[in-house]
């Protein structure tokens, strides 16, 4: 079992940060991928970036260049540092790590972009 924890999302204005942080509850060396998913109402859960094990770290195409996803071992925990945000950003935003048997959803933040 992995419990994910989920911090930093908000209000924001267009062109402003946000950095979402998900802390893993045992060491993210055991997961496959580790990353992060939006869903904005009526739409599908789509993946924002993801640290694949051995594979390098993968982006969707709206988000490269403005969103950068870091780990950190120590702390478990993975972060979405998102830059230059766009109305078409806010959604919520799930952390998600994927093992061997099957995969972890966080609870969801909530980002909106707007003036």
């Known amino acids: 079992q992995v419990e994910l924890v989920e911090s930093g999302g908000g209000l924001v204005q267009p062109g402003g940060s946000l950095r979402l942080s998900c802390a893993a509850s045992?060491?993210?060396?055991?997961?496959?991928?580790m990353g992060w998913y939006r869903q904005a109402p009526g739409n599908q859960r789509e993946l924002v970036a993801v640290?694949?094990?051995?594979?390098?770290?993968n982006y969707a195409d709206s988000v490269k260049g403005r969103f950068t996803l870091s780990s950190d071992n120590a702390k478990n925990s993975v972060y979405l540092q998102m830059n230059s945000l766009k109305p078409e950003d806010t959604a919520v935003y799930y952390c998600?790590?994927?093992?061997?048997?099957?995969?972890?959803w966080g609870q969801g933040t909530q980002v909106t972009v707007s003036s």
């Open positions: 998600n790590v994927e093992t061997f048997l099957r995969g972890y």
């Open positions: 045992r060491s993210i060396f055991s997961f496959d991928a």
């Open positions: 640290i694949i094990s051995g594979g390098g770290t």
